[in-house]
């Protein structure tokens, strides 16, 4: 036990000093004073943390800052196509702030969020991949009446979904679920290398420790990962008709005692980036 929790502290410790090298990298960085400009049409990849986007800004060419509202943006070339990284902070709001004003201000041709999650399956392991098929708010609920007295219940919900543009209506309408873009899935599928599994993505402005819960949301909706963003950029997206998908890692899974593993940020970005050169090579110029 002892020997599980030093080599965690470790892995915490080499994780900080990573995301902080990161953060000194992006101070480093010039910041753009003109509108972004680009001939091709970017990918936006978004990560919450620093830790989640390391990997990312490293692998960009000639990278330059941009900034909406406080909001952080690093624009370079990958395999010598435009890619935006979107440093998106943590929970839905900022997630779906950095990612409206990205579609203004960048006019991507695809979106992809990715990040750390934790595990609602105990055979998922801390570096595992979840492709996002879909994702749902699971804290978009309406619960049913109970009577003062009668207990705390979150099991008897309806789920509400979100507000989407439905373009065919031209009117803004509720949505249960958003799926990932055709095109982008076929592609995140054929990634070899790695531990994948397909599935839903739980998105909420939470960390739920409770495994009963964990159970029901995974009955309940197939949510197989939760994390904080996904299904708020999906919800953008969905509303500007820009393909979309999610990824995550899972970092922390408490159904099997496995806890936080901030390093396993990484393996989400290396997936990204096989997904990313291929999209490049098999659609956008092709
Ligand atoms: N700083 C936090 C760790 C990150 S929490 C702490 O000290 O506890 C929030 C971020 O991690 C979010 O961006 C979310 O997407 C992701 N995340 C990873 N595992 C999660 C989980 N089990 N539940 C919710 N969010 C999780």
Redesign the pocket.
């Known amino acids: 036990l002892l020997k599980k929790f030093s080599a965690e502290l470790e892995e915490e410790k080499a994780s900080a000093i990573f995301a902080k090298d990161t953060e000194e990298f992006i101070a480093s960085l010039p910041v753009s004073k003109s509108k972004y400009d680009s001939r091709q049409r970017p990918i936006l990849i978004g990560g919450?943390?620093n830790s989640?986007i390391g990997v990312l800004v490293r692998a960009l060419k000639n990278p330059v800052i941009y900034k909406q509202l406080n909001y952080i943006y690093i624009a370079g070339t990958y395999k010598d196509y435009p890619v935006v990284i979107s440093r998106t902070e943590?929970?839905q709001t900022n997630a779906a702030a950095t990612t409206a004003l990205a579609l203004v201000n960048f006019n991507p041709v695809a979106v992809i969020n990715q990040?750390?999650?934790?595990?609602y399956i105990s055979t998922l392991k801390p570096g595992d991949i979840i492709i996002g098929e879909r994702s749902i708010n699971t804290s978009a609920i309406k619960t049913e009446y109970r009577a003062k007295g009668a207990g705390i219940d979150f099991t008897q919900q309806l789920l509400l979904g979100d507000r989407v543009y439905n373009k065919d209506a031209d009117k803004f309408e509720f949505c249960k679920e958003m799926t990932a873009d055709s095109t982008l899935l076929k592609l995140a599928e054929n990634i070899s290398d790695f531990n994948v599994v397909k599935g839903t993505i739980g998105?909420?402005d939470?960390?739920?420790n409770q495994i009963d819960y964990i159970n029901f949301l995974n009955e309940k909706y197939g949510v197989v990962?939760?994390?904080?963003?996904?299904n708020a950029v999906a919800n953008i997206c969905y509303n500007s008709g820009v393909p979309f998908i999610g990824i995550?890692v899972i970092?922390?899974n408490?159904t099997n005692d496995s806890t936080?593993q901030?390093q396993s940020a990484e393996v989400a970005q290396k997936f990204v980036l096989a997904l990313v050169e291929k999209y490049i090579q098999e659609v956008l110029i092709k």
Request: with cysteine; aromatic share 12%.
């Open positions: 919450a943390m989640e943590e929970f990040g750390t999650s934790g595990g998105t909420a939470g960390w739920n990962c939760e994390e904080m963003e996904t995550r970092s922390n408490i936080f901030p």
